[in-house]
């Protein structure tokens, strides 16, 4: 199986700072037909999570410009441009490129 | 919206098969996969396995032995079933929905939409 993995593994931010969120693939997730199958979910507390970005760094309709993915190959990063207090919550990658589909352990973004 | 909303007892019986239905609302279950996400408290998420509208399957190897996913397009439905459980089978269970793509196949891109979750203890 692909490996994910993500670091860091907790990120305390301040409000109005940036923070990125690195996940390698053990594998490239380039697939066959050239495109990339890495993509962001995002759990705030008590809730489902809920997709930011899909393909490497397409953005999810309502999801805020502050938010972006970028990356290639085995190695990615989401990037959230200034923090704000709703952004709170739990950030995992997710390859669908090999089978069997998989996510990272997750990221713990909480405010200073 | 679409919008998904699992069902299903909230507490099981150690041996015993648990059993979910998810339900799809404001919108049709064709043309999509459907697939099973849990996750265990405190942990991460892990793959149960997806169905497409037509019936095809695909299970994650790790729980393969023990999951049936079945779809019912006249009720806008799938369900899950995992037999045998033990108390490591606790976590939230949550639904989504699979956009795909076509190529040599029907594959899944990603899942796009999910439901709320729901809490399934395994406790005698």
């Known amino acids: 199986d692909v490996v994910m993995t993500q670091s860091p593994l907790s990120l305390p931010v301040t409000l109005g700072q940036p923070a990125s969120i690195s996940c390698r693939s053990s594998?490239?997730?380039?697939?066959?037909?050239?495109?990339?199958?890495l993509h962001w979910f995002q759990q705030r507390p008590g809730q489902s999570p809920r997709r930011l970005i899909y393909k490497v760094s397409n953005r999810d309709s309502g999801v805020p410009d502050r938010f972006s993915g970028s990356g290639s190959g085995t190695d990615f990063t989401l990037k959230i441009s200034r923090v704000e207090a709703e952004d709170v919550g739990v950030y995992y990658c997710m390859q669908t490129t090999h089978w069997p589909p998989n996510f990272g352990q997750g990221t713990k973004v909480e405010i200073k | 919206q679409v919008q998904l909303q699992e069902s299903g007892p909230g507490l099981v019986k150690p041996s015993e098969t648990l059993s979910l239905t998810c339900t799809v609302s404001?919108?049709?279950?064709?043309?999509?996969?459907w697939g099973w996400i849990r996750q265990p408290p405190g942990k991460g998420l892990e793959l149960i396995g997806y169905?497409?509208?037509?019936?095809?399957?695909h299970y994650n190897p790790s729980l393969k032995s023990r999951v049936t996913i079945s779809v019912d397009t006249s009720n806008n439905q799938f369900s899950l079933k995992l037999s045998s459980v033990t108390a490591a089978d606790t976590a939230a269970y949550y639904c989504a929905r699979g956009e795909v793509f076509l190529w040599f196949g029907i594959r899944l891109s990603s899942f796009d939409i999910w439901g709320q979750g729901t809490m399934v203890t395994v406790s005698s």
């Open positions: 594998q490239s997730l380039v697939y066959s037909d050239g495109n990339t199958y």
């Open positions: 404001s919108g049709s279950i064709s043309d999509f996969y």
């Open positions: 169905i497409y509208y037509s019936g095809s399957t």
